[in-house]
């Protein structure tokens, strides 16, 4: 079994006054809107009701068989129209009212995009009561979670009911933790699924990786730094910024080499922050895009195949530095009707924006990528697929996991790691399962490839980009 803990929208995100460059945002800015008003909202999507009361917003994880309290969030401020709340798992929740009477758009701020919520008359009685408890309870939420919100049972081959008619006659008062935990484990196994996961208390984890890839782990991307700086940069360092995790050296004949091993902790000995992972990777964006290195740059090779993901915004930030103007990323869509896993919320757009107060590089880009590019690491490939100018991906396809995930509470107090949006191109296609795919295939980090003292993506990226000589 791999752990892989999911780390794209579920990351505990500290603090965010601000959505960064506007990415993201409603068209409808709400500058001049009231706070949004106390009442019971219910979520298009996302199994989610809110109630927002007394400067306190609550949330609720609902099914069809039952309703679980879930994370609160007391009022911390404003900002242009919108109402924010530090949450008890440590995000920040954003909420502003819409356009239209009785609705509202809530946004998790580390994330782009934004949930759009529907005022009810009351909280649902079942959320009033106490929840039913003990192993089949837990059972009976883990499998309805995944039914009402999992989008990719179909793309995957998988027969969830069959999944449930085999395993629950297995489940029982008596079964223990250690049974149930089994049980569940092997129901999310045949996924491949990144972003789905299951922690019950502090010793049982499972996570899983698409086959034939490698979990980002600490070590193995301490592996492959120092293999690049062996073998591809001559010994040459690379300077380190953002905690070790953004990384440049200059190569010969005008070309740039930028390696990014995650798109979250970018702040040593503190939790990860947008607000302070956004201005870490600012400090390091502009120390690498100096006037000067920008004026004999010829050629950029970045460099996400070993990168475990984190906050998709900062993601977005980065691709801004890469563009002279505003630009499609993708459309993100949630899943939201129980019954019909073809139904989804209507899409988001989302672009990239280009930072005009920062320095910025527009020419040729080569993307390196493979089987360990995960999640924020994706999005911000899938984001610079629209990029205006000279901009292609070498190497091997993505691990295939997009969507933020929900961390779904069980009537046990585990919890359960549910993906339920997809990430769209402009022409409507997906990559969830099978990963981006390059537009030039090399291998990434084979056993052959180490024993042959290669790096084939990378000496493809260098002849591939001009230099100063050309």
């Given at each position: 079994?791999?752990?892989l803990?999911?780390?794209?929208?579920?990351?505990v995100?500290?603090?965010?006054?601000?959505?960064?460059?506007?990415?993201?945002?409603s068209a409808?800015?709400?500058?001049?809107r009231?706070?949004?008003?106390d009442g019971?909202?219910?979520?298009?999507g996302?199994?989610?009701?809110?109630?927002?009361?007394?400067?306190?917003?609550?949330?609720y994880q609902?099914?069809?068989?039952?309703c679980?309290?879930?994370?609160?969030?007391?009022?911390s401020g404003?900002d242009?129209?919108?109402t924010?709340y530090?949450?008890?798992?440590?995000?920040?929740?954003?909420?502003r009212?819409a356009a239209?009477?009785?609705r509202a758009?809530l946004?998790?701020t580390?994330?782009?995009?934004?949930?759009?919520?529907?005022?009810?008359?009351?909280?649902p009685r079942?959320?009033?009561?106490?929840?039913?408890?003990?192993?089949?309870?837990?059972?009976d939420?883990?499998?309805?979670?995944?039914?009402e919100n999992?989008?990719f049972?179909?793309?995957?081959g998988?027969?969830w009911?069959?999944?449930?008619?085999r395993y629950?006659?297995l489940?029982g008062?008596n079964?223990?933790?250690?049974?149930?935990?089994?049980?569940?484990?092997?129901?999310?196994?045949?996924?491949?699924?990144a972003?789905?996961?299951l922690?019950?208390?502090?010793?049982?984890?499972?996570?899983d990786?698409?086959?034939?890839?490698?979990?980002?782990?600490?070590?193995?991307?301490?592996?492959i730094?120092?293999?690049?700086?062996e073998?591809?940069?001559?010994?040459r360092?690379?300077?380190e910024?953002?905690?070790?995790?953004?990384?440049?050296?200059?190569?010969?004949?005008?070309?740039?080499?930028?390696?990014?091993?995650?798109?979250?902790g970018?702040?040593?000995?503190?939790?990860?922050?947008?607000?302070?992972?956004?201005?870490?990777?600012?400090?390091?964006?502009?120390?690498?895009l100096?006037?000067?290195?920008?004026g004999?740059?010829?050629?950029l090779?970045?460099?996400?195949?070993?990168?475990?993901?984190g906050?998709?915004?900062l993601?977005l930030?980065?691709?801004?530095?890469?563009?002279?103007?505003?630009?499609?990323?993708?459309?993100?869509?949630a899943?939201?009707d129980?019954?019909?896993?073809?139904?989804?919320?209507?899409?988001?757009p989302?672009?990239?924006r280009?930072?005009?107060?920062?320095?910025?590089?527009t020419?040729p880009?080569?993307?390196?990528?493979?089987?360990?590019?995960?999640?924020?690491?994706?999005?911000?490939?899938?984001?610079?697929?629209?990029?205006p100018?000279?901009t292609i991906?070498?190497?091997?396809?993505?691990?295939?996991?997009?969507?933020?995930?929900?961390?779904?509470r069980?009537?046990?107090?585990?919890?359960?790691?549910?993906?339920?949006?997809?990430?769209?191109?402009?022409?409507?296609?997906?990559?969830?399962?099978?990963?981006?795919?390059?537009?030039?295939?090399e291998p990434?980090?084979t056993?052959?490839e180490?024993?042959?003292?290669?790096?084939?993506?990378?000496?493809?990226a260098?002849?591939m980009?001009?230099?100063?000589?050309?």
């Amino acid at each position: 079994m791999t752990r892989l803990r999911s780390t794209c929208s579920a990351i505990v995100a500290a603090s965010l006054l601000v959505l960064t460059a506007g990415v993201g945002a409603s068209a409808d800015t709400g500058a001049t809107r009231s706070p949004t008003p106390d009442g019971v909202w219910r979520a298009d999507g996302y199994g989610m009701i809110v109630t927002i009361r007394d400067g306190t917003l609550r949330q609720y994880q609902t099914t069809s068989i039952g309703c679980l309290p879930g994370p609160s969030a007391r009022r911390s401020g404003a900002d242009r129209g919108e109402t924010l709340y530090d949450s008890t798992d440590g995000m920040v929740v954003g909420v502003r009212p819409a356009a239209r009477p009785n609705r509202a758009e809530l946004r998790f701020t580390h994330a782009p995009g934004y949930r759009k919520l529907n005022r009810i008359g009351a909280l649902p009685r079942n959320c009033l009561r106490p929840a039913p408890s003990g192993p089949v309870a837990a059972f009976d939420t883990f499998w309805q979670s995944y039914e009402e919100n999992y989008p990719f049972f179909a793309a995957k081959g998988i027969d969830w009911h069959a999944l449930r008619d085999r395993y629950r006659p297995l489940v029982g008062s008596n079964t223990t933790e250690d049974e149930l935990f089994s049980i569940m484990r092997d129901m999310l196994d045949p996924l491949d699924d990144a972003h789905v996961d299951l922690t019950a208390g502090p010793d049982r984890y499972f996570g899983d990786t698409r086959p034939g890839t490698t979990v980002p782990t600490a070590d193995f991307d301490r592996r492959i730094r120092a293999y690049i700086v062996e073998r591809d940069l001559g010994g040459r360092p690379l300077t380190e910024y953002a905690n070790g995790r953004v990384a440049y050296a200059d190569l010969p004949d005008g070309q740039g080499y930028l390696r990014i091993n995650g798109f979250m902790g970018y702040l040593p000995d503190r939790p990860p922050s947008h607000l302070g992972d956004s201005a870490e990777l600012d400090r390091a964006l502009d120390a690498v895009l100096t006037p000067e290195r920008l004026g004999r740059l010829r050629g950029l090779i970045i460099d996400v195949r070993v990168n475990d993901g984190g906050m998709d915004n900062l993601g977005l930030q980065l691709a801004g530095r890469l563009c002279d103007r505003p630009y499609f990323a993708y459309a993100k869509q949630a899943r939201n009707d129980p019954h019909d896993a073809s139904r989804f919320t209507r899409l988001q757009p989302i672009e990239v924006r280009p930072d005009p107060a920062s320095t910025r590089y527009t020419g040729p880009i080569a993307i390196l990528t493979g089987g360990s590019t995960v999640s924020a690491g994706e999005t911000f490939v899938q984001a610079m697929m629209g990029r205006p100018g000279s901009t292609i991906r070498i190497g091997a396809a993505t691990q295939g996991v997009f969507s933020d995930v929900m961390q779904r509470r069980l009537p046990n107090d585990w919890q359960a790691g549910v993906p339920n949006e997809v990430f769209r191109t402009r022409d409507g296609r997906t990559f969830d399962g099978t990963g981006i795919p390059p537009n030039v295939p090399e291998p990434v980090f084979t056993e052959d490839e180490f024993a042959n003292h290669r790096d084939s993506a990378f000496d493809r990226a260098v002849r591939m980009l001009p230099t100063t000589a050309s």
